[in-house]
């Protein structure tokens, strides 16, 4: 992970996951990364609706898919979403809870830190 990565409280960025291993560049963390597109910037903890709501939305996160080192998500893993979708599923009533202090805070491109704070499941901030 580049070091000095913030997260969207403003302090250092902490881990996510590291089972399942997550993150753009499989790091763990949620940090961010020139070639990450889709912004996988906010960590979520999975819940069966959230998940049910990628699947249908055409990102079916629950499916193990060996040929990309991917396990497939069950309730409970912590995971790098794309901000975007975690802004969809927010507006959609179907956002996981997040950990502030391991959301990178390129989040705040896509959604608001008031709406963050609203899905924490960490107290801090």
């Not at 939305?57 to 790098?80: I, M, Q, V």
Request: glycine share 10%; aromatic share 6%.
């Amino acid at each position: 992970m580049r070091s000095k990565q913030k997260n969207v409280l403003g302090g250092e960025l902490k881990p996510c996951s590291i089972d399942p291993m997550t993150g753009f560049t499989r790091s763990g963390s949620c940090e961010g990364h020139e070639a990450d597109f889709g912004c996988h910037a906010v960590c979520a903890q999975m819940t069966e609706e959230f998940l049910r709501f990628s699947r249908a939305a055409g990102n079916d996160l629950s499916t193990p898919r060996p040929e990309y080192h991917f396990p497939g998500l069950k309730e409970g893993d912590r995971w790098c979403l794309c901000a975007g979708r975690w802004e969809e599923a927010r507006l959609a009533g179907k956002a996981p809870l997040v950990v502030l202090e391991s959301t990178h805070e390129s989040a705040l491109e896509h959604t608001q830190l008031k709406d963050l704070r609203k899905h924490a499941l960490d107290v801090a901030g």
